[in-house]
Structure formats: C-alpha cells, structure tokens
C-alpha cells in the first residue's frame, strides 16, 4: 500500500459525458501527479500540482482539467469524453525531488 | 529532452533463474533513476531509486540495479526469480523540464514454473 488513494476504481461513461477522477496523496505530500496507460500510448505525464499551484503540465488534452485543493487531494476533471480516453488514470505524490509513489488507479471505460 | 528505452518488451525467464531487465536513458545531466514494477491490474510500486552516490541500488524483493553513466544505463537485476516476480516493468528518469518522469514502454515479465 503505498498511501495514496483514488477513487472510483472503475468507472464506464458515455462519449461526450464529464467525468471526475479524484486523488488523496501520501501524507505530508505536497505534490501530486495525474498520469494516463493506455496500451497504445504506455504511461503518459498529464500534469502536476504542488501545494495547491499548477507546477507542471505534460501531454494534457484541453477537455481534460485538474485541481489541487486545500487539504491536497487533488481532482482529475475529464469532459466532452471520446473512445480513446478509455485507460488507467493513475495518480502518484512525493515529497520535493523524492521518488513518486502511484495510487492503484482509475480504469475509465468510455462507451 | 530526456528519455528511456527498454529494449525488451517481453523476457521470459525460468522459476530460480536470474535476471536482467535493460534500460537505457538520455538525460542531460545526472539523472534521477528509478524502477516500477506492475502487477495486473494494480498500481505502479516502486523497487528502487538512484540520486547519488554508490551506483549499485539496493530495493526491495531481492532486486538491485546499478547506474552506469558511461553507458547511460540502469540496468535491474534479480539473482533468482520467483513465481511471484511476474509482472511489468518500469524504468523511469527524471526530473525532465516540466519536473515530471519519463516512462521506458515497460518490459513484460514471465515466470516459467
């Protein structure tokens, strides 16, 4: 168990439908990673938040947003979905420059 | 831009046998190395990480990898495999420019009983 969690485990939608994906980080994390798998694409960065901020962003779509709150869980805001979100959305933290620990993910089945 | 390749996509290795995953990376300074591993349908566990210092990494389940920089390589290995090893694996390197890691395509374990 690494410490992070995510919810729903699995989740099936519809193309065009808005979906959120949320993360709880290790404690005493400030940043927290969202990252998609795909069998075409492998692991794929999407985009990181630190304390609260937007730190850093990967191949992110424009339809897809997150957020860091206060408490540090973070939320994955996927919309206006198509086949091709279809994956594992994983989210993982650290600390500063320390190695990223994974939830056990998010498997997302668009219809 | 930094990278990693794991010329492997699949290996399949005897119950007892040793082993060694390949990777390699491009990365324009020291780099920051790590291995995953993951099981069906679960989450990526970290094995091991490189910062600095000793290039030979101790982590957990037995497996060890070593850095060579003249090589650009870090390679994990295992001196007897268990039934339970099999699963995929993940060689990373960061911190890239946008502080994220870089992901190698993963090498499919397979235990032969």
């Known amino acids: 168990d690494s410490g992070v969690t995510q919810t729903p485990k699995h989740l099936i939608t519809a193309t065009g439908q808005r979906v959120t994906l949320r993360c709880s980080p290790r404690?005493?994390?400030?940043?927290v990673y969202w990252y998609q798998q795909s069998l075409d694409q492998g692991l794929q960065f999407l985009i990181q938040?630190?304390?609260?901020?937007?730190?850093a962003k990967g191949n992110i779509l424009e339809r897809f947003s997150a957020q860091q709150f206060p408490d540090l869980h973070s939320e994955l805001n996927l919309s206006s979905l198509e086949l091709g979100d279809s994956a594992l959305y994983f989210c993982?933290?650290?600390?500063?420059?320390?190695?990223?620990?994974f939830g056990p993910g998010t498997r997302l089945l668009v219809l | 831009a930094q990278s990693v390749t794991q010329p492997d996509i699949h290996i399949t290795v005897s119950e007892g046998a040793s082993l060694e995953l390949r990777c390699n990376y491009s990365?324009?300074?020291?780099?920051?190395l790590f291995w995953y591993v993951q099981s069906p349908g679960q989450g990526l566990q970290l094995l091991l990480k490189?910062?600095?210092?000793?290039?030979l990494v101790q982590g957990i389940k037995g497996f060890e990898a070593e850095f060579k920089r003249s090589q650009s390589s870090f390679n994990l290995r295992k001196p007897s495999v268990h039934w339970s090893d099999a699963a995929e694996y993940f060689c990373?390197?960061?911190?890239?420019?946008?502080?994220?890691?870089?992901f190698g395509a993963g090498t499919r374990l397979t235990v032969k009983p």
């Open positions: 993982a933290s650290s600390e500063p420059s320390q190695a990223q620990y």
């Open positions: 404690s005493g994390d400030l940043s």
């Open positions: 938040y630190y304390n609260g901020e937007e730190r």
């Open positions: 990365y324009g300074a020291t780099p920051y």
């Open positions: 490189y910062f600095s210092g000793d290039t």
């Open positions: 990373a390197v960061g911190p890239g420019n946008n502080n994220d890691m870089r």
